[in-house]
């Protein structure tokens, strides 16, 4: 009887709460490295003139369930025609079931999601926010900046052209 004491108890507790604290981080997590994953592959597909595809995770619904079932059966006998003696057996089984089942849904950018996401222009408050955070601006202007005060930057896209020289050099000069 003891031994089905933590089968009955487990059949009336929940899991639910317990796995959030888990759980959630480990989604975060791989959702995360999953986006990283995913703007790598495209960064390189653009370089080598590929179209990038995205998908964004549109929800991520997670369900539990335990199911515990125990049976116990107790039979006893008596043969009193052959002699006295008195029969007892007893069976006990115990199962038990955890299913975890999530279902993540994927949806392609497509369309003006896409191209919102995509083809914004970088606003300049962003630019200026990793100059004053440190990063060099010989590194940050030249990716960030398609032109300044009518000196253009180098284009790969399209008709592709040459940065002017003066973009490199600081702008225009006094000669």
């Not at 003891?2 to 796995?19: E, H, N, Q, R, Y």
Request: hydrophobic share 40%; aromatic share 10%; proline share 6%.
């Amino acid at each position: 009887m003891s031994l089905l004491l933590p089968f009955w108890i487990a059949a009336c507790t929940s899991i639910g709460p317990g796995t959030v604290s888990r759980d959630r981080v480990d989604y975060v997590n791989a959702i995360g490295n999953s986006w990283e994953r995913e703007t790598l592959l495209n960064i390189v597909k653009l370089r080598y003139g590929h179209a990038p595809i995205f998908f964004s995770i549109t929800q991520v619904v997670t369900g539990y369930q335990f199911q515990s079932t125990v049976n116990a059966g107790l039979a006893a006998s008596s043969f009193t025609a052959i002699a006295d003696v008195f029969g007892l057996t007893g069976t006990a089984t115990a199962e038990g079931q955890y299913t975890d089942r999530p279902t993540i849904i994927y949806t392609p950018l497509t369309g003006v999601d896409f191209l919102q996401k995509l083809m914004r222009p970088i606003p300049p408050s962003a630019v200026l926010f990793l100059l004053q955070s440190g990063y060099d601006a010989g590194i940050v202007l030249p990716l960030t900046l398609e032109s300044i005060n009518g000196i253009n930057n180098q284009s790969r896209r399209g008709m592709r052209h040459l940065a002017d020289p003066r973009f490199r050099a600081g702008g225009p000069t006094d000669t």
